[in-house]
């Protein structure tokens, strides 16, 4: 089982996505998450995108991924899957996505990941979907919609968003109806109080329609983004919800916090670490008695 992890949250201390990748294959890690945040960040105070100059922004985002594809090539990595910018309410990040999916294809990327609108409709979301699906198939890359959130700040808990619970998620891959439209499971926030559910729960939910995951720890009650192995998720149960499943994807860490938050810690000894989480993880879906 291959293990992945995405570089958003590594390559602004390490010198960019290529640095960033080349460590992560130095660390044993066999896929990248090509984390396409840089197209454009959401700036929530004003409702617009925030513009930083970052290549993937412009005209020169195609030949900057292709750069990408060769650091990792060279490196003896892959891209296993992406992850489009968000939120796709906001209009100027709607007409990202399908240059999205074209970097995915780029990089070698199978699998897309494209947030639902979080306030609307299965029905709703599909439209969006349906509308990317061709774009997609084009460049020979699936779209996988991801469980998520909102915070209701009274009761100081998770509730209800799109694909948060196993009834709307797989209503969400229903409504869409094709193959080339998948399941991310995010485990974090599937563990978060309020939401009424568990990763086991959505993973037997899903079954064969869950093909790539986000791997991190939380205290059952935050989306922390830690380190697996380090709060409070019970990682054997998620394992073996994952190997009775059959699941065949990628170990995809989105352990971001971990990595942001301890900037006096080297960056190797972080990713290796990170490396080593993902691979025990591994192990434990393959073989039940590890741990």
């Known amino acids: 089982m291959r293990i992945s992890s995405e570089i958003a949250s590594i390559a602004p201390y390490v010198g960019g996505e290529a640095k960033a990748i080349e460590m992560l294959a130095a660390a044993g890690f066999d896929c990248y998450d090509l984390s396409l945040f840089s197209m454009g960040r959401m700036d929530y105070s004003t409702g617009k995108v925030r513009h930083v100059g970052h290549p993937l922004e412009g005209r020169e985002g195609l030949s900057f991924v292709r750069e990408l594809r060769r650091v990792a090539d060279a490196a003896g990595i892959v891209c296993n899957q992406s992850h489009a910018p968000y939120p796709v309410d906001c209009p100027e990040i709607r007409e990202m996505l399908p240059r999205a999916l074209e970097y995915t294809a780029e990089a070698g990327g199978k699998i897309c990941i494209i947030h639902p609108d979080n306030y609307k409709s299965a029905e709703a979301n599909a439209a969006m ?28 808990h998770a509730v209800f968003a799109a694909c948060s619970n196993q009834a709307d998620f797989v209503t969400h891959i229903n409504a869409v109806n094709s193959p080339d439209f998948v399941a991310c499971l995010d485990i974090g926030h599937a563990e ?17 329609r869950l093909q790539a995951i986000h791997l991190h720890d939380n205290d059952r009650w935050h989306d922390s983004h830690e380190l697996p192995f380090t709060m409070e998720i019970d990682f054997a149960a998620v394992a073996d919800a994952l190997r009775t499943a059959g699941y065949a994807g ?35 879906v393959e073989h039940p008695t590890d741990a």
């Open 129 to 156: 979907y349906r509308e990317l699906l061709p774009i997609a198939k084009s460049f020979g890359v699936k779209i996988a919609t991801e469980n998520m959130w909102l915070w209701d700040k009274i009761e100081d």
């Open 192 to 208: 978060m109080r309020g939401l009424g559910t568990s990763a086991p729960d959505m993973i037997r939910a899903l079954g064969t």
């Open 250 to 284: 990628e170990i995809t860490l989105e352990a971001d916090a971990y990595f942001r938050n301890r900037r006096d810690v080297p960056a190797e000894t972080l990713i290796a670490n990170m490396a080593a989480a993902a691979r025990r993880f591994a192990a434990m």
